[in-house]
């Protein structure tokens, strides 16, 4: 038996016809991949930024008196 919420309200995932049932687990799929997608886009991210470190202090090493604007 699973139960999910939707709209502040509790639904038995057995009690409801076969169409809502496909759509509830439809939803669910698409909130796990978004989940998934946000974690990877975390991670892409933090990547970046450490890259973007990683240039400024590469180009400051190379060229110390060159000033960035």
Known sequence: MENFTLDNKR???DELPEEARKLARQVALTVELIEKLEARTAIARTAQARYVDHLKASIDKAA???NRK
């Open 11 to 13: 639904y038995n995932l």
């Open 64 to 66: 110390p008196n060159n």
